[in-house]
């Protein structure tokens, strides 16, 4: 199983790859151009120094600061103009014919945002948008994926309870801690009530002397940097809920509470409420109307998703319902940011 698993993987980010390849050779020679739209808001996690893992199962949210810098070179070379996320439907409604925007934004509030990626946006002139947990910046919550690969990294097997007893898993090899990971992530995030299987995962971390709470302090910025990064006139800071749970597992009320009680709290820690809103998780089985509707009742101006997708003219008919490109740690080419800012792999996937 755990071979089988890692052999599909190899073959999806292959077929991934090639596709890249496929929609940059084609932007270059003019075919799809009416995929590109108006622009794009890019997504990212982390941004630091790569340091190589042999198990790794959260590569895909993290890139360089070197892969940045490129990044936005080449969105400047080609054309686009960088807006705050909060301005980009006021830019967006004036543009001119032909005009480009792009807007950058960063999920979860790592301290490396601050120290790595705001010297590049500060260096460009990039208005940027950090998204920030309050649970996390309060060190109430502990980021799951996070201390799941920690407990994996750290046990050399581990007994999980699924709901139906302990199941022994082994952990020698990175193809099975990986096959581990896939089995905890599913069950957190689809077959168990989320706060209820983070618990249990935490308490399995705390049985292998593993702290969630001190990798929360460890990994996110705390109300005094957030309040240092907001000096920034570059920066802006977005609500991302309390917890960061999946919003449409949760009942009417409590999804509310989330949204609302973010910028709430947020208010408190940099003196104004954010009218920007990052679900998430951002896919559809996280986010349903509910949701963008609760976000335009709570006064937000505009919420993004992790649908992938350019931007047109067209999206702010529905401004808590926004596209977001992920600028992926395993595909850090410059030419591949162009290649999906063309918007063909979107078009590509639809058909």
Known sequence: MPIRSVMRQGLRRAVITGGLEFAHLAERVGLMASARGMGAIFTLHHVRPKTPQAFDPNAHLEV???????????????????????DMPARLAIARAGERFAAFTLDDGYRNNAVHAQPVFTRHKVPFTVFVSPGFTCKTHGIWWETLTELLRTAPHLEFDFGSGAIAMPLATPFQKQAAYARLARFIQAEMEEAAAIERLDAAARAHGIDPLMITERLVMREPELKSLVVNPLASIGAHTVSHRALARLGDEEARHEMDQSAARIADIVGHRPDTLAYPYGDRAAVSPREHKLARDLGFRVAVTTDPGTLSARSFDAPTTLPRISLNGHYQKPKYVGALASGIPFRLMRR
């Open 64 to 86: 360089t600061p070197e892969f940045l810098d490129a990044a936005i070179e080449y969105l400047t070379e080609e054309g686009y103009q960088f807006v705050a996320l909060a």
